[in-house]
């Protein structure tokens, strides 16, 4: 199930999203978005590249800790100086945090990477507050200008 919707922001920038099967075989499409989007806006090297890191690890946590078939991805630029990146999934139960891995783990990095590279990261659970049906993982990345 592929969906790509483009369309023109406040600033003129066209905003991509996809739903994309929650499998760890569609990361690099994932990835593949972000730097698609990046060149789109005629961003350095080194934005794509970051916003691509950013959305594996952001896509790479929906894989492993959300359920459900498919996860929606959003790469945006709601401004000249940000790239707004996001991961939405179906498990509003099972929230990111930020944790310190031992030197010997293999995972539990991700986060500490999208922190590094972001300006600013969260998350939003979406749905009614009673019964929230999922919720939406971000990150916005400075642009330099």
């Not at 919707?5 to 996809?18: D, I, L, T, V």
């Not at 970051?50 to 929906?62: G, I, K, P, Q």
């Not at 979406?126 to 916005?140: F, H, Q, T, V």
């Amino acid at each position: 199930m592929t969906m790509t919707a483009s369309r023109p922001r406040a600033k003129g920038y066209p905003g991509y999203s996809e739903s994309r099967p929650r499998t760890e075989e569609t990361a690099p499409l994932a990835r593949g978005l972000a730097r698609t989007a990046c060149a789109a806006w005629n961003l350095p090297s080194e934005v794509a590249e970051s916003a691509a890191l950013v959305m594996a690890e952001l896509f790479t946590n929906a894989v492993r800790h959300a359920r459900g078939p498919s996860v929606r991805v959003i790469v945006n630029r709601p401004s000249d100086a940000r790239v707004y990146l996001a991961v939405i999934d179906h498990a509003p139960e099972c929230l990111p945090h930020l944790r310190t891995p031992q030197s010997e783990e293999q995972g539990g990095r991700g986060l500490v990477i999208v922190q590094s590279l972001s300006e600013r990261w969260g998350y939003d659970r979406l749905g009614p507050a009673a019964r929230p049906w999922g919720k939406r993982c971000w990150a916005e990345l400075r642009v330099p200008l």
